[in-house]
């Protein structure tokens, strides 16, 4: 019976489970860390309603072109 293409990477990745067992383990652990979290609804409902609104031209004030002379002889 034919044999199933199995990739360079899924190979060493079956060695490495085979010869760290706990390795998944501790993957979930570092997970729980950073990702699986409790949320406040309370604190994020808070949040968002202290969030200011965003300006609309956000790279530093207002655009260039609003800042222009309306006399040609006038300089920037």
Do not use: C
Not at 26 to 38: F, H, I, M, T
């Amino acid at each position: 019976m034919a044999q199933l293409y199995e990739s360079d990477i899924s190979k060493f990745l079956k060695e490495l489970k085979a010869a760290n067992p706990q390795l998944e383990a501790s993957q979930r652990q570092g997970r729980n860390l950073l990702w699986d979290k409790q949320i406040d609804r309370e604190f994020a409902a808070k949040a968002k309603a202290a969030q200011l609104a965003q300006t609309p031209y956000v790279y530093g004030g207002p655009p260039f072109w609003t800042h222009r002379a309306t006399d040609p002889k006038d300089k920037l």
